[in-house]
């Protein structure tokens, strides 16, 4: 059993004793999640890009996108979730040696992993909520002809701020669309990747910020 499924056995169990047997009720929740991204990432890639002989260079980090999974213990209009968030994005440059005898491709491939806790208020259509994460950002870097692949993870805590708006399905599934703000409480450190890029320091970090939307369903009695 890996780290993440302990943590998320272990949380769900604390929740199921925290709220009373008789008005708990358990729903489980699954869904899709795409957020803007911005943590001046792009600036290194490009600096990169024009370093080399790319006839389609990597294409600017914008936006990612990934799945969600959790549990709300919930009773009455108060719930408790845990949650698993996974946000992805893949970079791709391609090049071609020998005149187009050669062709060849670079991937940066990035993502962003959070467990969470989180408090929810929610009526039958509107609701709010916070969640504080435990974040972990991946960066892999394969490029043609490197002896070595690139990779850097960087822990931090995150605050996501949420609404919910539910509507109402059949055979006892809900649709909720959450559409979300992710403060990180540190920043995002570019240097290793702009040093395995470029040999160079990276520009100032900054908070990977996201604006984010989830559609998600909740499976159980409500």
Same mark, same amino acid.
């Given at each position: 059993?890996?780290?993440?499924?302990?943590?998320?056995?272990?949380?769900? =169990?604390?929740?199921?004793?925290?709220?009373?047997?008789?008005?708990?009720?358990?729903?489980? $929740?699954?869904?899709?999640?795409?957020?803007?991204?911005?943590?001046?990432?792009?600036?290194?890639?490009? =600096?990169?890009?024009?370093?080399?002989?790319y006839t389609s260079p990597f294409n600017q980090l914008s936006w990612m996108h990934g799945f969600e999974a959790g549990l709300r213990f919930k009773a009455d209009i108060h719930a408790f979730e845990v949650t698993y968030q996974n946000a992805y994005q893949r970079l791709q440059a391609k090049g071609d040696h020998n005149d187009g005898t050669g062709p060849y491709s670079d991937k940066i491939?990035?993502?962003?992993?959070?467990?969470?806790?989180?408090?929810?208020?929610?009526?039958?259509?509107?609701?709010?909520?916070?969640?504080?994460?435990?974040?972990?950002?991946?960066? $892999?870097?394969?490029?043609?002809? =490197?002896?070595?692949?690139?990779?850097?993870?960087?822990?931090?805590?995150?605050?996501?701020?949420?609404?919910?708006?539910?509507?109402?399905?059949?055979?006892?599934? !809900? =649709?909720?669309?959450?559409?979300?703000?992710?403060?990180?409480? !540190?920043?995002? !450190?570019? !240097?290793?990747?702009?040093?395995?890029?470029?040999?160079?320091?990276?520009?100032?970090?900054?908070?990977?910020?996201?604006?984010?939307?989830?559609?998600?369903?909740?499976?159980?009695?409500?």
């Amino acid at each position: 059993m890996n780290r993440s499924s302990s943590i998320f056995i272990w949380l769900a =169990a604390f929740f199921g004793f925290l709220l009373p047997p008789v008005n708990a009720q358990v729903n489980l $929740k699954a869904g899709y999640n795409i957020s803007l991204a911005d943590p001046g990432l792009n600036q290194v890639v490009k =600096a990169f890009s024009s370093s080399q002989n790319y006839t389609s260079p990597f294409n600017q980090l914008s936006w990612m996108h990934g799945f969600e999974a959790g549990l709300r213990f919930k009773a009455d209009i108060h719930a408790f979730e845990v949650t698993y968030q996974n946000a992805y994005q893949r970079l791709q440059a391609k090049g071609d040696h020998n005149d187009g005898t050669g062709p060849y491709s670079d991937k940066i491939r990035l993502g962003i992993q959070s467990g969470a806790i989180g408090y929810q208020v929610t009526g039958e259509v509107f609701g709010m909520g916070t969640d504080l994460q435990y974040q972990w950002y991946t960066s $892999k870097v394969e490029l043609f002809g =490197a002896i070595e692949k690139f990779k850097y993870v960087q822990n931090m805590l995150a605050l996501k701020c949420y609404l919910m708006f539910t509507l109402e399905g059949s055979g006892g599934i !809900d =649709a909720a669309l959450q559409p979300y703000y992710v403060l990180p409480f !540190d920043t995002y !450190d570019l !240097d290793p990747l702009s040093q395995y890029l470029s040999q160079e320091a990276g520009p100032s970090g900054k908070k990977w910020t996201r604006f984010g939307l989830s559609v998600l369903f909740y499976n159980g009695n409500k």
